[in-house]
């Protein structure tokens, strides 16, 4: 009982933490590309900013390519990015007694630069993610992995008293 | 019984018509005239009915009235063969026959990273000579995609030189300082002729003619000198656009595409004193060249587009009636493979090359011929 107990935890603390990252990932692109558009002049109303994130979610959940014949959207390259680097992180753990916050915060952050990286070499240098394409952007992107690692282990920890 | 005759009818009606149909739309024959080209991406045709063909991995050839391919030329400056850059347009001039001039763009690394670089040359029984860098682009990427490459005579013998966005700089498409998503208008020296659109203007760089562009694949004039262009989108919004001087053709404020990962580039379709496409493409149809036809042997084709398209890969027909978009036809689906080209040689016939990225050597030249 309590393995199925802390095997739910972790999942749901994975989807959650998974989501949310994916989902910043979005926010991100979405106010960068706004962002360039009333700087160019156009009107960029409270609606126009709903109506585009919601497409953009809606868009990160379609499929962008079919590897080995399985479609794969968005938020499955984050999510799977983000389950190396946390069970990376997990094991690394067993050995080195590094503060689990700290680590899977750092976990979180490498795990979208390195997916970020390699979708550049993949692609030949083209970068998928509009919002990535600067440092600045790239920073607060990797910066939104640290805070989905940090939500990770916290939802965790939340837990083990009723766990157990 | 009624009802049943009706419908036996009406199904033999549909028989017999699209077997009509079938047999009107084929009055065109293929002949492989190549199969052994090394992605090529460009042909044009020599006054003494040579063919010159330039293939993305750095080669520039001549098919010779014999059917004989010829080595590599020599003589070529240092090209940068990655990813969407190598050997890519040819443009021989109007005037050829007297000044054996041939003009190539390709992509070359400099110090400032990746780019689009034009050079002329002189052509004299498969030697080149004389090889001077005309125009190098002030669109400097650290990737190798989104040249643009294609060139133009305009009938005054100026030079339009499409330029790419590059991809990762998409923005600079609506910045002035930059050649990035831009047509280019040159004289043949490389010098800038003084009548382009923002020529008087000290803040911009005079050699731009249009922007606001993709990736353009497709520069062509008609008969009546109107020019027109296209350019791949990004998911979805490959535009067809009628190019007049000094105009913004939008991307990427405004696009009928989405990015590659789902998200949106703009919420908007359409904007003030952006120019709207004649006709866009919703999914991609990845527009990879275009002619115009004009000749003897398909006088029912005259006065239309083709398109070639590497996605799913065949030839689209577009017919305009007062410059806008009327009909289109989807052709050639039967090569069953990416079409990187398609021209129209000087006896009227169609040629078209397939992009054989996926082995080597596997690039074929195709003859369209009336049946």
Redesign the interface.
């Known amino acids: 009982m309590f393995v199925i107990k802390k095997i739910i935890i972790l999942g749901f603390s994975f989807v959650l933490s998974a989501s949310l990252v994916g989902s910043a990932v979005?926010l991100q692109?979405?106010l960068w590309?706004?962002f360039?558009?009333k700087m160019?002049g156009?009107d960029i109303s409270l609606g126009?900013f709903l109506?585009?994130f919601s497409?953009?979610i809606?868009?990160?959940?379609?499929p962008?390519l079919v590897q080995w014949g399985v479609p794969i959207?968005?938020y499955s390259v984050i999510s799977a990015s983000l389950l190396i680097a946390f069970l990376v992180t997990f094991l690394a753990r067993l050995m080195i007694p590094i503060n689990s916050r700290f680590s899977y915060s750092f976990a979180g952050f490498l795990s979208i630069y390195v997916m970020i990286t390699l979708t550049i070499m993949q692609y030949?240098?083209?970068?998928?993610?509009?919002g990535a394409?600067e440092n600045t952007g790239l920073f607060v992107l990797c910066c939104v992995g640290a805070l989905g690692g940090f939500l990770f282990d916290f939802l965790v920890n939340r837990f083990p008293g009723r766990v157990k | 019984m009624r009802k049943y005759l009706h419908n036996t009818l009406i199904f033999l009606a549909i028989f017999f018509l699209s077997d009509e149909l079938n047999s009107a739309e084929k009055n065109y024959q293929l002949e492989t005239l190549s199969n052994q080209l090394d992605r090529p991406w460009d042909i044009d045709f020599l006054p003494n009915g040579d063919f010159l063909i330039s293939e993305l991995t750095g080669n520039l050839r001549i098919f010779n009235k014999r059917g004989v391919l010829s080595q590599p030329l020599k003589g070529l400056p240092s090209i940068l063969v990655?990813?969407?850059g190598g050997l890519s347009d040819i443009a021989i001039h109007p005037n050829f026959s007297d000044n054996k001039l041939i003009f190539l763009s390709f992509s070359s690394t400099k110090s400032q990273g990746n780019t689009l670089q034009v050079v002329r040359a002189r052509l004299n029984n498969e030697t080149l000579s004389d090889v001077r860098t005309i125009f190098i682009a002030n669109a400097f990427?650290?990737?190798?995609?989104h040249f643009g490459a294609r060139l133009l005579f305009l009938s005054d013998n100026t030079l339009l030189i499409s330029s790419g966005d590059g991809?990762?700089h998409?923005?600079k498409a609506?910045s002035l300082n930059s050649h990035f998503g831009k047509i280019l208008r040159i004289n043949i020296d490389g010098s800038t002729p003084s009548d382009n659109p923002f020529f008087a203007r000290k803040d911009i760089l005079p050699e731009i003619w249009t922007y606001g562009h993709r990736n353009q694949q497709g520069l062509i004039i008609d008969n009546n000198g109107a020019v027109y262009s296209h350019e791949h989108g990004p998911r979805g919004g490959d535009e067809l656009n009628l190019i007049k001087p000094g105009l913004n053709y939008g991307w990427p404020?405004i696009t009928y595409g989405?990015?590659?990962?789902?998200?949106?580039?703009?919420?908007?379709k359409e904007?003030d004193n952006m120019e709207q496409p004649l006709k866009y493409w919703v999914p991609s149809i990845a527009p990879s060249d275009m002619t115009f036809y004009e000749g003897p042997l398909f006088p029912e084709w005259n006065g239309s587009l083709f398109i070639s398209a590497l996605s799913p890969g065949d030839v689209r027909r577009v017919t305009l009636r007062d410059n806008k978009f009327e009909s289109e036809e989807v052709m050639f689906g039967e090569i069953n493979s990416r079409i990187r080209s398609v021209k129209t040689a000087p006896d009227g016939s169609l040629i078209i090359l397939t992009d054989g990225s996926k082995d080597k050597n596997t690039g074929q030249m195709i003859r369209v011929l009336p049946n």
């Not at chain 1, 809606?58 to 379609?62: F, N, P």
Request: charge should be negative; charged fraction near 15%; glycine fraction near 6%.
């Open positions: 979005i692109s979405t590309n706004l360039w558009l160019q156009f126009t109506l585009t497409h953009d809606q868009g990160a959940l379609s962008i959207n968005f030949d240098g083209i970068i998928l993610i509009s394409r | 990655k990813s969407q990427r650290e990737t190798a995609a991809f990762n998409r923005e609506q404020a989405i990015d590659y990962n789902g998200s949106i580039v703009s919420p908007f904007a």
